[in-house]
């Protein structure tokens, strides 16, 4: 960069030399040059100097920086990169996630049980019933291997980039949001376990909270797409053990026992509102998801989806092909939720339509249901039943293949009501009050096993700012029946209730890690069959056997229930979110 004294020296400097070579040239010249003429030629060459200095101190000042500017060097381009660092920071912010691993130890507690024969006490066939005194045959028990097994799971690990964009001219932003659920310590691929079917791929785009939306700041938020209904996410700050064996979802919103938690699961094709805090203490969510089915008893998946309605593939548990394991049409849930300083309180309901569950005949074990299929009843599918017996011929009598209920349709709902108070030590005390209800025809009561009623309390401490000691108690009421899929039925029970206990450490290393530390115990009583780690945790433990028979489209030949399990694990995982 040219400097001006530099220039200024140059300028006086080559004045200097054309001076001297001008004199020079006078001396020694022809005498016909006189005084004046050299005078002028002085004047003339001072006066191009002049114009070259008055150049070179423009270009000078063209390169140099601004008076006020900062020196040059290394702070300064550093200074630089601070001015862009916001944009590529707001892009950054838009992701994050959690990864959660653990190492389990569990047992499925069904050692030892064997199958009972059942007799009617007295003439009538309609029971009551009791260990039939002269049926020596073998009673079989569980197959394969249901003590303890260790095993590594990733538990609701979840990759997501979330964003918006201001509407030009309005105060509407467009919001978006994308997840997928990543396989840590599996591959990833379908959700084929022996207990659960699934054509949905977790590690796939798109699996989780996914939708795009709008928000405005004095209306609320709406938003498309696919996401964990109202109804589960009002009393999620009331689980302290989300994603461990002793999850909550293993008796709240589970209205059978199984793996799949119907009250508790994400919603494809919905359309929900989210309403701003109003008055800064109340809120309210809104979701409609249309069934997007074409047949009337929704025994197809929805247009649009992989699975069938209920979060399973057609045919799972080696049943029919068909959504007939809990399917649905269209569903709706909404929450009311009120915060005020310590204190918070929701209450929720949802309902999902014409839910199908004729398979849940399928294979029964109940002697109101021999009854049906000995006297030809109107409500069994006779018509697929002797269809199947003639395309596979023989297979009935092997397999245990018996008719499906032609009429098991009925609306699901459930209502609760919970209450989380904070204690300024750090306490926080959590219950929740639940009911589930299937409208059932009285003459399909005696299968009832989605109507119950549910409770759950917890405790959480937090002992520093590191650590935290939660407990739980979860207990699944009484149900009106049972559709008797369980291999040791025992219709003389009727205290199909259940209780699980479940303890956890967290140590937390810094605001993103913590590690854990749990245990759970799930006690069923009578035919219940609660498990340990539904609701979305990667490993679950439940009541079913290592039975393998491969029989698809014409029997329930598939892994064989037991009623009364009791399933124990420890856990131990680390749990980081960015």
């Not at 008055?279 to 998946?301: A, E, K």
């Not at 059932?440 to 917890?458: I, K, T, V």
């Not at 199909?496 to 759970?520: E, G, P, V």
Request: glycine residues 10%; contains cysteine; charged residues 20%.
């Amino acid at each position: 960069m040219l400097n001006l004294k530099w220039t200024k020296a140059v300028s006086v400097a080559l004045v200097a030399c054309a001076a001297t070579c001008t004199i020079g040239s006078a001396v020694y010249a022809d005498d016909v040059q006189d005084t004046q003429a050299l005078k002028e030629q002085m004047r003339m060459m001072q006066q191009r100097l002049d114009e070259m200095q008055k150049q070179l101190e423009t270009m000078s000042k063209r390169q140099a920086p601004p008076e006020a500017a900062p020196p040059q060097g290394p702070s300064v381009a550093k200074e630089k990169a601070e001015v862009k660092e916001p944009l590529f920071e707001k892009f950054r912010s838009g992701f994050y996630g959690t990864l959660d691993v653990s190492l389990d130890d569990t047992t499925k507690g069904i050692n030892g049980l064997v199958a009972y024969h059942y007799a009617p006490v007295g003439a009538s066939p309609y029971g009551p019933y009791q260990i039939d005194p002269t049926n020596t045959a073998p009673k079989g028990g569980p197959v394969g291997r249901v003590g303890w097994m260790p095993a590594l799971s990733t538990n609701k690990s979840v990759l997501g980039y979330r964003g918006s964009h201001k509407i030009a001219d309005t105060s509407v932003d467009f919001i978006y949001q994308i997840e997928t659920q990543p396989a840590i310590t599996a591959a990833p691929g379908l959700n084929t376990s022996q207990y659960q079917q699934s054509n949905a791929t977790k590690a796939g785009i798109g699996y989780g909270d996914t939708f795009v939306g709008f928000s405005g700041n004095t209306w609320g938020k709406i938003k498309f797409g696919t996401t964990y209904s109202p109804y589960k996410k009002s009393t999620d700050r009331m689980n302290p053990f989300s994603g461990m064996l002793g999850d909550y979802s293993v008796i709240m919103g589970n209205s059978g026992g199984d793996n799949r938690v119907e009250f508790g699961t994400r919603l494809d094709h919905s359309i929900w509102y989210e309403s701003p805090k109003m008055g800064n203490l109340l809120s309210f969510d809104l979701l409609l998801s249309p069934g997007q089915n074409r047949t009337y008893n929704n025994v197809v998946q929805s247009s649009g989806s992989p699975d069938c309605n209920g979060g399973n593939m057609p045919g799972s548990g080696n049943l029919l092909l068909n959504c007939d394991d809990g399917g649905f049409d269209d569903a709706f849930s909404v929450d009311v939720k009120l915060e005020t300083g310590p204190i918070y309180a929701t209450a929720a309901w949802e309902i999902h339509k014409r839910v199908n569950r004729n398979s849940d005949g399928i294979g029964s074990n109940s002697p109101v249901y021999g009854n049906l299929q000995n006297t030809t009843s109107p409500l069994l599918d006779f018509a697929t039943y002797n269809f199947l017996l003639t395309e596979f011929p023989g297979v009935a009598a092997t397999n245990g293949y018996t008719p499906p209920y032609l009429t098991d349709i009925a609306d699901e709902s459930a209502f609760k009501a919970g209450v989380q108070y904070t204690f300024p030590f750090g306490l926080a005390v959590s219950g929740i009050y639940e009911y589930m209800k299937r409208n059932l025809p009285a003459d399909l009561q005696f299968q009832n096993e989605r109507q119950r009623n549910g409770l759950w309390f917890a405790l959480s401490q937090d002992f520093s700012v590191k650590d935290n000691v939660s407990v739980g108690w979860g207990h699944a009421g009484r149900t009106p029946g049972d559709p008797a899929g369980q291999h040791n039925y025992n219709p003389s029970s009727t205290n199909d209730t259940a209780d699980m206990y479940t303890i956890a450490w967290k140590h937390r290393f810094d605001k993103h890690i913590y590690w854990y530390l749990d245990a759970a115990d799930t006690i069923n009583k009578g035919n219940a069959h609660y498990d340990l780690g539904a609701g979305g945790r990667g490993l679950t433990t439940d009541c079913h056997d290592g039975t393998n028979t491969q029989v698809t489209d014409y029997s329930s030949a598939g892994n064989t229930t037991w009623g009364g399990c009791r399933e124990i694990g420890f856990s131990t995982g680390v749990n980081y979110k960015f």
